[in-house]
């Protein structure tokens, strides 16, 4: 799925609901698709909570920009710092936040309180 991914950036649009093999690993393309407007993922096994949060936190806003985007750049990992670059580069800062659903079917910002940052960046790093 991951080499999938690679291929086809502009998905807006993006339901795994019940691959159960799936890992954090295979999304990583997300990271590259600026016009995500939605990720399912209910009853995906083996995709931590943490990892939807760090995608959350990175298509919020550009780093930096306070409520729930990821810190600013000289507090990022290099590798989540070069994502957040590579994704800003092409998303609008006017975009639509995606609607990311955990293992539960429910919405990140629904199901619990939104970890610290750094703590989702370490996790996605």
């Known amino acids: ?3 999938l991914l690679a291929v086809a950036p502009e ?3 993006l339901r795994l609901a019940g691959m159960k093999r799936l890992s954090a690993g295979g999304l990583i393309p ?3 698709m600026p016009w995500l407007q939605e990720l399912d993922c209910t009853s995906c096994n083996s995709i931590d909570d943490c990892f939807l949060e760090f995608l959350l936190r990175l298509f919020v806003a550009p780093a930096g920009c306070g409520g729930d985007a990821l810190p600013g750049q000289e507090e990022l990992p290099a590798r989540v710092r070069d994502a957040c670059a590579m994704l800003w ?3 609008f800062r006017w975009a639509c936040r995606p609607k990311i659903k955990n293992y539960y079917a429910q919405f990140l910002e ?3 309180p939104l970890r610290p ?3 989702v960046c ?4």
Do not use: G
């Open 117 to 119: 940052p750094l703590d």
């Open 11 to 13: 998905l807006r649009i």
């Open 30 to 32: 997300c990271c590259r």
């Open 1 to 3: 799925l991951s080499a």
């Open 122 to 125: 370490t996790v996605a790093e």
């Open 110 to 112: 629904d199901w619990s």
């Open 89 to 91: 580069a092409r998303r």
